[in-house]
């Protein structure tokens, strides 16, 4: 077997292991669909196993509100570097964030369009879809559609996630809740 022919079939073992996916490809296992999974690393090893299977776990946990997903992605010295007013520091931050989207948007859905391992860190873009049904502070939801775009760039250490820095297109999102105005 050639060494390119021996990598390949590692980087698909790999993949179906982690329920990861080769480039131009789509998977989707317990709700969580990834479409492109990218890694630095020349083939997979246990260090790289446990970082995408903790992130894996952190998208599963947004994709469907499940606590246990995040209790097994991050560690208890998470921190959220892009922490927004009102959310707590640490691992309460993430769950709160999803218990109060989750009343605004009950039937809250992640894919992860690509996510990109470079030794400890992770980027991963993700669409956010949904239905404005519940109540987001004052505001009743009528069923409006939600469809909006986020980037995460993730440390994990240990098969944990340490560190996230996080930006989201909430201009997009409160347009579509009807909470601001679309531009002129």
């Known amino acids: 077997m050639t ?15 982690l329920g990861s996916i080769p480039a131009g490809a789509a998977l989707a296992a317990d709700g969580l669909t990834i479409r492109d999974l990218v890694m630095s690393a020349p083939q997979p090893d246990a260090r790289s196993d446990a970082t995408v299977r903790a992130v894996r776990a952190f998208y599963d946990f947004w994709n469907n509100g499940d606590e246990a ?13 892009t922490l927004p007013a009102g959310r707590p520091q640490g691992p309460e931050g993430p769950a709160f964030a ?12 992640v894919t992860v369009e690509k996510m990109i391992v470079a030794g400890d ?10 239905h404005f049904s519940g109540r ?23 098969g944990r ?8 297109d909430n201009l997009t ?3 579509q809740m009807g909470l601001a105005n679309a531009a002129p």
Do not use: C
């Open 121 to 130: 860190y992770v980027t991963v873009h993700m669409t956010f879809t949904g």
């Open 173 to 175: 999102l409160f347009q």
């Open 161 to 168: 996630i340490t560190d996230n820095w996080h930006i989201e």
């Open 69 to 81: 997903y995040l209790k097994q992605a991050i560690s208890d010295r998470f921190t959220d570097h």
């Open 98 to 109: 999803s218990r109060a989207f989750r009343i605004a948007v009950p039937d809250l859905g």
């Open 136 to 158: 987001f502070g004052d505001t009743a939801g009528k069923g409006q559609p939600i469809h909006f775009i986020a980037t995460d760039l993730l440390k994990v250490v240990d």
């Open 3 to 17: 060494a390119a022919i021996h990598h390949f079939a590692r980087a698909a073992l790999f993949a179906a292991a």
